[in-house]
Each structure stands twice: as structure tokens, then as C-alpha cells.
């Protein structure tokens, strides 16, 4: 941020050079992803069953998208006939102190990427579907009093989900409920990443989905992935030499 802003004070001849240009950034700090295999979002989503937010998670785990992503949808974004979604926004925090007041901002994704497409699988679709009839039967309820913002995921009344206290307390539950790991919810988008590409869908595809700018990082963060679909490509490819696999055609 710093060398963005020295670096216009550069053009607008306010300054003379862009000092950070000497500095050397800090090594960016490497999580270890803790994704949950087959048997552990099994298990999971078990638990969730019933859950009030249990769409929610069902959503997270089957497209990847970002908590941001997820608490900034609205109905308007998802064709509930074709099952397609679409990324549009994000919710953030903003601090009083930025803007007199704080709370919840919606702003534009981060990346051009970020704004996407992605074709729900007919399980979470489903969920969505009767996530929708509980939340205009909350609409009835709640009269007068609700706050319509078209949100998929909502408090109550209509307003914005609380992160900590209606997402990571209630994803937390869940998990120690099921007997799981103590994971982050960002896990959950790693974990339908993992789960994608030992399927054997494109990385390129799997990018796609994510929201990553370059393949190169979806890449690198799935790498623990690879080795797997590496082995499964070169016995087909065993196949195809030794006369045994018929899966494509040359013309």
C-alpha cells in the first residue's frame, strides 16, 4: 500500500523517488491448510442437518467461495431454475474509526477474477431451495420489523449475519459436534479446492471457481493434490500405450 501511494506521489512530482523501492518486503507468512477429506465433510455436514445455517455451509463446502462472498449474496445473484450463482460483491468490517459510524460495507471483489460464475451442484441447490422457504416464513414472522436487503444469509430480521457470533461460534459448534479438528472456516473453501482436484477436475477449472487470479496459485496452494492426479493420468496414459484404454478419438 505503501509503495502504491509513494509511487503516485512519484508521477504527481511530489516527491522526488519512491523510497520503499529499497526496502525489502516481509516473507508473507505460510498457513498450513487443514482440509477435510470425504469422510470428514460426511460427518460434517451430518451434524449440520437442521442447522439454521446448515445451506450455508453445504454452500461453502460445494463452491469454495470466500466468508465475504458468502455474507454479501443476495437472491437476485442465483438462478434457482439453472443453478447458476453469481459472485458480485463482498461484505467487509469496516472500524468506526474509518468512517464515523462502522459496521458492515458491501464493496466490489478484490480481483477482476473474483467476480465469477459457478454452477452449483444440485445437493446445494437443493438446500438453497429450502433455506429460501424458511427464511419467507422468518419474513411472515417478523412483520413490520424486517429489513429487506435481499440477502441469501441473514439475521432474523433481514440484516447482515454477525461473523463471530452467527458464523465461526455456530461453524466451531459443528465441528466439535462431529468429532472434527478444530479448522477455520476459510478451511472449508480449501477444503471443496481438494475435493474438486482429487476428483480430477482441472486445475484451471478449479481456478475458475476459486476466484484465483493465476493458476499459478491455485497451483501452488493444492500442490499436496497433484502427486494423486499425476499417478491417475500416467496409468491411463500406461492404458492408451499398452492398447488397453479407449477414451478419446484422433481424427
Known amino acids: ?32 491448510i487443514q482440509p477435510l477429506n470425504q469422510e470428514q465433510i460426511q460427518r460434517f455436514l451430518a451434524a449440520a442437518v437442521g442447522h439454521r445455517s446448515e445451506a450455508l455451509f453445504v454452500l461453502a463446502l460445494a463452491t469454495g467461495m470466500r466468508r ?3 455474507m454479501a449474496l443476495k437472491w437476485q445473484d442465483i438462478d434457482l431454475s439453472t443453478g447458476l450463482l453469481q459472485v458480485r460483491r463482498v461484505l467487509t468490517h469496516m472500524p468506526a474509526k474509518l468512517n464515523g459510524k462502522g459496521g458492515y460495507v458491501e464493496a466490489e471483489p478484490k480481483t477482476e477474477r473474483s467476480r465469477r460464475s459457478i454452477v452449483i451442484a444440485p445437493f446445494a441447490l437443493d438446500k438453497l431451495k429450502e433455506h429460501r422457504v424458511r427464511q419467507l416464513e422468518a419474513k411472515l414472522k417478523a412483520g413490520s420489523i424486517w429489513k429487506e436487503n435481499d440477502l441469501v444469509f441473514c439475521s432474523s430480521v433481514g440484516g ?12 466451531k459448534k459443528l465441528l466439535k459436534e462431529a468429532g472434527l479438528p478444530d479448522i477455520r472456516f476459510h478451511d472449508l473453501r480449501h477444503s ?18 476459486l476466484g484465483h487470479s493465476q493458476i499459478a496459485m491455485t497451483l501452488d496452494i493444492y500442490s499436496h493434490v497433484l502427486p494423486t492426479m499425476q499417478v491417475e493420468a500416467v496409468n491411463k496414459l500406461d492404458s492408451v500405450l499398452r492398447g488397453k484404454y479407449i477414451g478419446f478419438a484422433v481424427s
Open 1 to 32: 500500500m505503501l509503495h502504491l501511494a509513494f509511487e503516485k506521489a512519484v508521477r504527481w512530482n511530489l516527491i522526488s523517488r519512491n523510497v520503499c523501492e529499497t526496502v525489502d518486503p516481509p516473507r508473507a507468512k505460510h498457513y498450513e
Open 68 to 70: 465475504g462472498e458468502i
Open 160 to 171: 447482515h449475519l454477525h461473523t463471530s457470533r452467527d458464523i465461526f461460534t455456530q461453524f
Open 192 to 209: 471443496s479446492a481438494t475435493m474438486f482436484l482429487a476428483l480430477g477436475t482441472h486445475p484451471k477449472v478449479v481456478q475458475e471457481m
